[in-house]
């Protein structure tokens, strides 16, 4: 694998400059804003980077997925890489060789020695491909999925201080068969529930779950305490968010408030000191434009917070000790917000085709900073590029 290629773009609220004027309208922009962003392409083309994770101090994990053509179809491959604190660029980690198709669709740490990374269901296997790390090496874990399962995969993952995780997802479950009477390919019906995984630093168990709808499915998912976890998601049915919460015992389902629109989901969740904050999007009606869409619980209420007009869905929520950060991407175009409390403000994410980066994910180290993973898609004769955005320091 290559060394990884740094593209150094140090732009503060501004693309990058072409003439003199803008020049010089870049440096009153360095002068005034707080934001400084570098990105990073990581050694792989074509990969995605999906989630982001800080196993130390001063240490990076990124986790995605790399797409190769094979024959009629495409393959997935997960990818791994890291940047330590004195290293000069990323560098790929090997993780256990699999040969079943499956993404990364979620990554976390607790130390360098300490991992876990979700993916999806692979019928060879059985269940969904997790990898955990064990004495320095990552080692495939399966996670058990229902009976007549057909597909499906875990799509969040958060690590305790203790070692264990929770994990949720969605898996699609076959609930008939007919067979063609012309002998042709038989008819299935089937309906999606959620998978909720925990990891007890050996294996996964399963929970099961009231069910709240014919069809539904979680995306997100935070454990702030043995006895307190939050997960996310949404219906499929009637297109409406979902919140549920672990309380030791059982899982129940949590009422959200009233949002605005007709349709809604809530993608990730996560928690800032005794607050939760949850993201997604929603539609007013239902042929109308995509809108992001933020829910926080202060306290024992959920209470929708407005956004900065024409913000699109939002994809990943990370917290620091003084904001909250959003990030999304649209047709349109990829942003991303910051709320100190009382008011948003714009990240400045870099330039200068700001609309050809698509954001998957926001995270936040132990000291507050913030690191925004994404993709840079390729063209006809291009491929696609997988970047890590982090301060410029």
Not at 8 to 37: I, K, M, N, R, Y
Not at 369 to 378: E, K, N, S
């Amino acid at each position: 694998m290559v060394g990884a290629a740094l593209a150094f773009s140090c732009v503060l609220g501004a693309a990058a400059p072409a003439d003199a004027g803008q020049v010089a309208e870049v440096a009153a922009a360095h002068a005034t804003s707080d934001f400084c962003w570098k990105e990073d392409v990581l050694p792989a083309t074509g990969t995605t980077v999906d989630d982001l994770a800080f196993p130390a101090a001063g240490t990076v994990w990124a986790a995605g997925t790399q797409a190769t053509l094979e024959g009629k179809g495409i393959r997935f491959t997960p990818a791994l890489f890291a940047r330590g604190r004195s290293s000069a660029g990323w560098s790929g980690v090997a993780l256990d060789p699999v040969t079943v198709n499956s993404r990364v669709n979620a990554l976390d740490a607790r130390s360098p020695f300490d991992g876990i990374l979700v993916g999806d269901y692979a019928e060879d296997l059985g269940g969904v491909l997790t990898q955990h790390m064990v004495d320095g090496a990552w080692r495939v874990a399966v996670a058990e999925v229902p009976a007549n399962t057909l597909g499906g995969g875990l799509l969040d993952v958060d690590m305790t201080p203790s070692g264990s995780a929770w994990a949720v997802g969605w898996a699609q479950i076959e609930d008939s068969v007919t067979p063609d009477p012309d002998g042709g390919l038989p008819t299935s019906t089937y309906h999606n529930e959620p998978l909720v995984q925990r990891w007890d630093g050996a294996t996964w168990q399963r929970w099961d779950l009231p069910r709240i709808a014919e069809s539904w499915y979680l995306n997100g998912v935070t454990a702030l305490a043995p006895d307190d976890v939050w997960a996310v998601g949404q219906t499929e049915d009637t297109l409406q968010p979902v919140v549920m919460h672990y309380d030791g015992t059982s899982w129940r389902h949590v009422p959200t408030p009233s949002y605005g629109g007709v349709q809604g989901e809530l993608l990730r969740v996560t928690a800032r000191g005794g607050e939760l904050w949850a993201v997604g999007s929603l539609k007013r009606d239902v042929d109308g434009a995509i809108e992001g869409l933020v829910l926080r619980l202060d306290g024992t209420m959920w209470r929708q917070v407005p956004l900065p007009p024409g913000t699109g869905r939002l994809t990943s929520v990370a917290a620091t000790p003084g904001e909250v950060a959003v990030v999304g991407t649209e047709n349109d175009g990829s942003y991303g917000f910051a709320f100190d409390g009382s008011s948003w403000r714009p990240l400045r994410l870099p330039g200068p085709d700001q609309e050809a980066l698509s954001l998957t994910t926001v995270a936040a180290d132990a000291a507050g900073t913030l690191f925004v993973g994404g993709v840079r898609p390729g063209t006809e004769t291009t491929p696609s590029l997988p970047v890590v955005l982090g301060p410029c320091g």
